[in-house]
């Protein structure tokens, strides 16, 4: 179970209070994620989560509140979080660590996506990024190539020798491509970054929102599109790709935004780099956990999977 922190009653229902969100009526510990203390928190005004953040520093996190509370403003369904009525501050304190309410999303996760459920995922994707372009304030994606290049020689000692060797060769080959001028020229601005299957709700077969938002950073947009693919549209048991839900997912993110000539270019790339960025966190989680946090770590020879899928099948756009 996700909870890092234990949180009391007493001190939940303080909170909300303070925040004139009503009077606390139940407080749920969350089962699932693996990054931060997560609390479903119902009143009589609502409905509400929690978050504790375990990893995440108080200077890191206005970038990623501000955000969802900018692109709650812009009409995309995603957690509105909850200010202090009188400074308007975003981020609060509980437990001692930085903390923050947000509205519930209703729904479920849709864990076994449909080729319409992936359109409707690319559209609003690609909806978010445009809605992310007014948004001012800039932080990298602090999952991007300088983690990777610092990571990969942490995790090293804890593979074999064939995987020691694909991740030294993709990641020379994402630095190549990364000082390439067709890199250079990729649109760019806020990402979600981790967009999967449990990081998106349902509720009757129709999209209620996008979640968790972070690994969220200023990266390309390409970067994020490559993500969802490597989730939504994969076979999970060999990460081959599912032609029918990638085809889906990026019509449906083309209606809202044409992809550029340099986009078309590189998803092939970035593909690659998303299924190296799950496959190097996964390996680092697994090998290298926080003390008795981490209890279920995500299996990292499926990104190996992807990642060589990826490399021996590149995905054009169409
Ligand atoms: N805003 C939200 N609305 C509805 N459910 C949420 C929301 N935030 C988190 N959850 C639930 O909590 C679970 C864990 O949240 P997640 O953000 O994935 O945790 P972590 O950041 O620790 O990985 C999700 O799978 C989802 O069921
Ligand atoms: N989506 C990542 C892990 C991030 O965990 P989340 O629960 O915050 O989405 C993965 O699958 O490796």
Not at 101 to 108: I, K, N
Not at 239 to 256: I, K, N, V
Not at 270 to 289: E, K, N, Q, T, V
């Given at each position: 179970?996700?909870?890092?922190?234990?949180?009391?009653?007493?001190?939940a229902?303080?909170?909300?209070?303070?925040?004139?969100?009503?009077?606390?009526?139940?407080?749920?510990?969350?089962?699932?994620?693996?990054?931060?203390?997560?609390?479903?928190?119902?009143?009589?005004?609502?409905?509400?989560?929690?978050?504790l953040?375990?990893?995440?520093?108080?200077?890191?996190?206005?970038?990623?509140?501000?955000?969802?509370?900018?692109?709650?403003?812009?009409?995309?369904?995603?957690?509105?979080?909850?200010?202090?009525?009188?400074?308007?501050?975003?981020?609060?304190?509980?437990?001692?660590?930085?903390?923050a309410?947000?509205?519930?999303?209703?729904?479920?996760s849709?864990?076994?996506?449909?080729?319409?459920?992936?359109?409707?995922?690319?559209?609003?994707?690609?909806?978010?990024?445009?809605?992310?372009?007014?948004?001012?304030?800039?932080?990298?994606?602090?999952?991007g190539?300088?983690?990777?290049?610092?990571?990969?020689?942490?995790?090293?000692?804890?593979?074999?020798?064939?995987?020691?060797?694909?991740?030294?060769?993709?990641?020379?080959?994402?630095?190549?491509?990364?000082?390439?001028?067709?890199?250079?020229?990729?649109?760019?601005?806020?990402?979600h970054?981790d967009?999967?299957?449990?990081?998106?709700?349902?509720?009757?077969?129709?999209?209620?929102?996008?979640?968790?938002?972070?690994?969220?950073?200023?990266?390309?947009?390409?970067?994020?599109?490559?993500?969802?693919?490597?989730?939504?549209?994969?076979?999970?048991?060999d990460?081959?790709?599912?032609?029918?839900?990638?085809?889906?997912?990026?019509?449906?993110?083309?209606?809202?935004?044409?992809?550029?000539?340099?986009?078309?270019?590189?998803?092939?790339a970035?593909?690659?780099?998303?299924?190296?960025?799950?496959?190097?966190?996964?390996?680092?989680?697994?090998?290298?956990?926080?003390?008795a946090?981490?209890?279920?770590?995500?299996?990292?020879?499926?990104?190996?999977?992807?990642?060589?899928?990826?490399?021996t099948?590149?995905?054009?756009?169409?």
């Open positions: 179970m996700a909870v890092f922190t234990e949180v009391s009653f007493d001190e229902r303080e909170l909300l209070r303070h925040l004139r969100l009503g009077e606390l009526q139940e407080l749920r510990g969350i089962e699932g994620g693996i990054e931060n203390t997560n609390y479903f928190a119902t009143t009589d005004h609502g409905a509400y989560v929690l978050t953040f375990e990893r995440l520093s108080a200077a890191q996190l206005p970038f990623y509140l501000y955000l969802m509370k900018h692109l709650a403003q812009a009409g995309i369904p995603v957690p509105d979080p909850h200010g202090d009525p009188a400074s308007g501050d975003l981020l609060q304190t509980v437990a001692g660590k930085p903390a309410v947000v509205d519930r999303l209703r729904g479920r849709e864990l076994a996506p449909s080729p319409a459920q992936c359109a409707a995922v690319g559209a609003m994707l690609a909806r978010m990024h445009l809605a992310g372009r007014g948004y001012e304030r800039s932080q990298p994606n602090l999952r190539l300088a983690w990777w290049n610092e990571t990969v020689p942490v995790v090293l000692p804890h593979v074999d020798a064939a995987q020691a060797a694909l991740l030294r060769s993709e990641l020379a080959y994402q630095n190549h491509v990364a000082a390439s001028p067709a890199y250079a020229a990729l649109p760019r601005g806020p990402i970054a967009l999967f299957r449990d990081n998106a709700m349902f509720e009757d077969g129709v999209l209620t929102g996008f979640f968790d938002f972070y690994f969220a950073g200023v990266d390309t947009w390409l970067f994020d599109i490559a993500v969802c693919l490597n989730d939504w549209c994969v076979h999970l048991p990460g081959s790709h599912d032609a029918g839900r990638t085809a889906a997912f990026l019509q449906g993110y083309a209606q809202e935004r044409a992809p550029t000539a340099a986009e078309r270019r590189l998803l092939p970035l593909l690659r780099a998303g299924a190296l960025r799950f496959w190097i966190s996964r390996l680092w989680d697994y090998h290298l956990p926080r003390e946090s981490i209890l279920k770590p995500h299996d990292p020879t499926h990104f190996e999977r992807v990642l060589r899928q990826r490399i099948h590149p995905v054009h756009l169409p």
